[in-house]
Nanobody, 126 residues
Framework: QVQLVESGGGLVQAGGSLRLFCVAS????????MGWFRQAPGKEREFVAA????????DYAESVKGRFTISRDNAKNTVYLQMNSLKPEDTAVYYC???????????????????WGQGTQVTVSS
């Protein structure tokens, strides 16, 4: 397993941008599918974006396509989520998670992810 620490959240006005960071411990980070999920108050945790272990494949929730970009730097044990054109409905706690190893097809189900960070709050004001 890997330990994950997110950062980069904050308060931003609608239309603004934020970049989230997730730094992993250990030497196996580069083997994991990495995902971002979010959970708003009173709602279930939902998939946002994921990237395969080698960065070759990505997937996004329909609600964020064209606005969010996931990327990773395996040399830095870091995965990023660039969020542009933010909307109030993007307000949530954002979690980084490590999924299957060495799988080229990106998975989106929360049950496929075993290691989770503590989350970082993103608040978008209208």
């Amino acid at each position: 397993q890997v330990q994950l620490v997110e950062s980069g959240g904050g308060l931003v006005q609608a239309g603004g941008s934020l970049r989230l960071f997730c730094v992993a411990s250990g030497r196996t980070f580069s083997t994991y599918t990495m995902g971002w999920f979010r959970q708003a108050p009173g709602k279930e945790r939902e998939f946002v974006a994921a990237v395969s272990w080698n960065g070759g494949n990505t997937d996004y929730a329909e609600s964020v396509k064209g606005r969010f970009t996931i990327s990773r730097d395996n040399a830095k044990n870091t995965v990023y989520l660039q969020m542009n054109s933010l909307k109030p409905e993007d307000t949530a706690v954002y979690y980084c998670a490590a999924g299957p190893r060495f799988r080229s097809v990106v998975v989106t189900a929360t049950t496929e992810y075993r290691s989770w960070g503590q989350g970082t709050q993103v608040t978008v004001s209208s």
